[in-house]
C-alpha cells in the first residue's frame, strides 16, 4: 500500500548514503509502559530487544538518535483499570496507557524531603535506560531523550479522564510533565551521561494551544531541556510547490513562537516528525492525493522541506516511516544535473552535527550562522527567488 519506496526519497531507513550521517528518531521502542509493563519486567532485557537493533544501526553509521521514553504504564497508577481506557493505540499500543500522566501532588516530594512513590518509579525507570545507552553506546553514539509525545493532543495525554492519582487540568498535566523533565535531566546529570545522553523537550505538536504555551513559559521560567522538539505536518495544498509552501508556513510560525521565550530561542530545535504524505499516514491510499503520490513529487518535497527547515534554522527532520519503528531522517544523495538536490546533499554535509545560531536579514539575502561541535561557525546565505516559496 506504500506508493512511494525509501529509495525514492533518500535514506528513510537509517542507513548512510555516501557521505551522509544516519539519524533516527524512535518514539515507540522505548516508552515505559512498552519496556515496563509490569514493576518486575526485565528492562535491560527489554531495551535490547526494542531499542538496540536501531541503535546499533545508527552507530554504525556514525549517526544520533531521539528516544521518547515518557508514557507511564498502569501499574504507575496503582494498576486502576480507568488508566488503560481505550485511547489511539499509537499512544502506547494495547497498554493505551498515554493517556494520563501523574499529578503534580503525586510527585511531589514527601514531609521527610523523600521523592514520592511516582516520582521514584520515573526517576528509577530513565535511570535504567540511561544506564543501558551509556553502558553500551558511550563514545559511539549520541542519543537524545524526550519524555512524551504530542502531549499537547488529545490522543498523547488526556487529562480529562478520572484516573486517580493522574493530573486532571491542563495546568496539572502541564506542571507534572515539567517535573517529569526536571527528573529526568536531574538523573542524566547525576550519572555524568551529558556526553552521551542529553534531554529534549517533549515532542510538541505545531497546534498552538494553551498547553503547548503553557509548557514552553515553564520552561523559560526553569529550563530543564536542551533542546526544543516539535511535530510538524501538512497536507494543505493541491501540488506538491503548495503543501511544501504550507509547511514552511508552520515550521517558520513555531520558531517565532518559541523566540518569544527568552531561554529558549536560543536552544537546538529539531523536526521530530514530519509527513507530508511522503508516506501514507491511514496505511492505504485513502488519504494519498494522485499529484503528490510520485516519487518526483516527493523527491520535490522531501528536498524543500529540508531546505526549509535548515533556513528557519532547525537542526533536523525526521519522517515517519510507519514501516519501521522508528522515524529516521532523510539524507539526500546528489544528483547530476540537479542544482537543488545537489547542493542539499553538500549542505547536510557541511552541516552535521552543528546546532543553529541565528540569522539577518538584508533586503532578500538572509544569512544564518550554524556552530559545529568544535565550536567553529559555518555561515550559509540564502537568496529568496521566484513564488513558490521553495529556496
Not at 508516506?279 to 488519504?287: A, M, P, Q, T
Amino acid at each position: 500500500n506504500w506508493p512511494v519506496t525509501p529509495g525514492a526519497v533518500g535514506s528513510l531507513y537509517g542507513n548512510p548514503d555516501p557521505g551522509g550521517l544516519a539519524s533516527v528518531r524512535m518514539w515507540g521502542s522505548a516508552i515505559w509502559c512498552y519496556v515496563q509493563p509490569t514493576p518486575g519486567a526485565d528492562v535491560a532485557a527489554n531495551l535490547h530487544a526494542k531499542l538496540s537493533p536501531s541503535l546499533d544501526q545508527a552507530a554504525a553509521a556514525g549517526g544520533t538518535a531521539i528516544v521518547t521514553i515518557g508514557h507511564p504504564a498502569p501499574w504507575v497508577f496503582e494498576n486502576h483499570p480507568r488508566a488503560v481506557a481505550p485511547t489511539k493505540l499509537w499512544a502506547c499500543g494495547d497498554h493505551a496507557s498515554g493517556v494520563s500522566i501523574p499529578s503534580p501532588a503525586s510527585l511531589k516530594p514527601r514531609r521527610s524531603g523523600a521523592p514520592s512513590v511516582q516520582a521514584e518509579r520515573w526517576a528509577s525507570y530513565v535511570g535504567s535506560v540511561v544506564d543501558y545507552i551509556t553502558g553500551r553506546y558511550a563514545g559511539r553514539l549520541k542519543v537524545v531523550l524526550e519524555t512524551w509525545n504530542e502531549p499537547n493532543l488529545s490522543s498523547g495525554l488526556n487529562y480529562k479522564l478520572r484516573v486517580p492519582g493522574a493530573a486532571r487540568t491542563m495546568k496539572q498535566a502541564v506542571s507534572a510533565l515539567h517535573t517529569y523533565d526536571s527528573i529526568a535531566y536531574d538523573v542524566i546529570r547525576k550519572k555524568g551521561a551529558r556526553g552521551t545522553v542529553s534531554l529534549g523537550s517533549s515532542a510538541l505538536f505545531t497546534r498552538a494551544n494553551s498547553f503547548s504555551t503553557r509548557y514552553l513559559n515553564a520552561h523559560n521560567n526553569k529550563r530543564r531541556i536542551n533542546a526544543i522538539h516539535v511535530n510538524v505536518y501538512g497536507f494543505n495544498g493541491k501540488n506538491a510547490t503548495k503543501m511544501a509552501a504550507d509547511w514552511d508556513r508552520r515550521v517558520a510560525k513555531f520558531r517565532k513562537r518559541v523566540a518569544k521565550f527568552r531561554k529558549l530561542r536560543s536552544l537546538p530545535m529539531r523536526v521530530t516528525e514530519a509527513n507530508l504524505n511522503l508516506v501514507n499516514r491511514n496505511g492505504n491510499r485513502s488519504n494519498l492525493r494522485t499529484s503528490t503520490a510520485k516519487p518526483a513529487a516527493q523527491r520535490r518535497l522531501a528536498t524543500a522541506t529540508q531546505m526549509n527547515a535548515y533556513y528557519w534554522g532547525y537542526s533536523s527532520v525526521h519522517w515517519l516511516v510507519p514501516w519501521r519503528p522508528e522515524q529516521t531522517a532523510v539524507h539526500v544523495r546528489s544528483v547530476p544535473g540537479n542544482p537543488a538536490r545537489d547542493s542539499l546533499a553538500v549542505l547536510q554535509g557541511a552541516l552535521q552535527g552543528s546546532t543553529f545560531a541565528g540569522c539577518s536579514q538584508r533586503k532578500r539575502l538572509r544569512t544564518c550562522t550554524f556552530v559545529a561541535p568544535s565550536g567553529a561557525r559555518a555561515r550559509v546565505l540564502w537568496r529568496k527567488s521566484g513564488s513558490t516559496k521553495v529556496r
